[in-house]
Nanobody, 121 residues
Framework: VQLQASGGGTVQAGGSLRLSCVAS????????MGWYRQAPGKQREWVTS???????SSINAVKGRFTISRDAAKTTLYLQMNNLKTEDTGVYYC????????????????WGKGTQVTVSS
């Protein structure tokens, strides 16, 4: 499985961005796909994820602002980010797992290259 994330950029606080993650390869049995981010000097953290059955979950810090979704073919994962804050700045990664339903980053089997999101004040 290969994952390719895109859509990052620089926006002012309050702005919006939409990230995309295109998955290719043997994706039909992926158990979960999600978004993670890493701010400068900090560890990579889980942001939001979607199980194969469509159930979603996210950290409290982004609830009501970020929405995870996917296309009907389940080949592209999206992250709509609204009302961005400076603390959302970081490199955003998409990831996927074959078996686990947990959001634990250590359980992810596949990672895409990150895309930079910078939110200025």
């Amino acid at each position: 499985v290969q994952l390719q994330a895109s859509g990052g950029g620089t926006v002012q606080a309050g702005g919006s961005l939409r990230l995309s993650c295109v998955a290719s390869g043997s994706i039909s049995r992926l158990s979960v796909m999600g978004w993670y981010r890493q701010a400068p000097g900090k560890q990579r953290e889980w942001v939001t994820s979607m199980l194969r059955d469509g159930r979603t979950s996210s950290i409290n810090a982004v609830k009501g602002r970020f929405t995870i979704s996917r296309d009907a073919a389940k080949t592209t994962l999206y992250l709509q980010m609204n009302n961005l804050k400076t603390e959302d700045t970081g490199v955003y990664y998409c990831a996927a797992a074959k078996y686990t339903k947990s959001e634990d980053k250590n359980g992810m089997d596949y990672w895409g290259k990150g895309t930079q999101v910078t939110v200025s004040s």
